[in-house]
């Protein structure tokens, strides 16, 4: 194992190593219209209650959107919509490409935008937000959870990967 002076740029490298599966969070921003934003940063924070945490980064137009909203969607991506992690990981999200990549929200009885082929859909309440460094952790309690088949879009060292069968 090598050891180098500790930077923000070993300290994304180190972490990089560590895989993680990739997730849209969603949420209205003005009736009717949503924002959403590729993240790698979903934890699962506690059973009793059920809650779960995500980092934004203070530069992030989701951020204002999640203040001001205080309810967002989890859509965990299966293997084949790397595209669709592509496209949130832009800070701006054109309509067209939207609509060309064939994105769809489904829309929860809360009220609550998610991704409508997802392989796992959470809706969230807010219940707690910290700023942490260059992010804001916002903790939320999960309210509703949708299981569906599939395979899920894995990142690992900086690239996009697939289980492998065994």
């Avoid at 064939?102 to 935008?113: D, E, K, Q, V």
């Amino acid at each position: 194992m090598g050891s180098s002076l500790l930077s923000s740029a070993v300290f994304r490298r180190a972490l990089g190593r560590f895989a993680t599966g990739v997730t849209v969070v969603s949420a209205e921003r003005a009736p009717g219209q949503v924002h959403g934003m590729t993240a790698n940063s979903l934890t699962a924070v506690s059973l009793d209650p059920l809650m779960v945490l995500v980092c934004v980064d203070e530069e992030a137009r989701m951020l204002a959107v999640l203040q001001k909203a205080q309810r967002f969607g989890v859509s965990v991506l299966k293997e084949h919509q790397r595209a669709i992690s592509e496209f949130f990981a832009l800070p701006e999200q054109d309509p067209e490409v939207e609509r060309s990549l064939g994105i769809r929200f489904a829309w929860t009885p809360s009220g609550i935008p998610v991704l409508a082929e997802a392989l796992v859909q959470l809706t969230c309440q807010v219940v707690a937000s910290h700023v942490a460094g260059d992010h804001t952790i916002f903790l939320a309690e999960v309210e509703t959870a949708e299981v569906f088949e599939g395979e899920p879009l894995l990142f690992f060292g900086g690239a996009y990967r697939k289980i492998a069968p065994r």
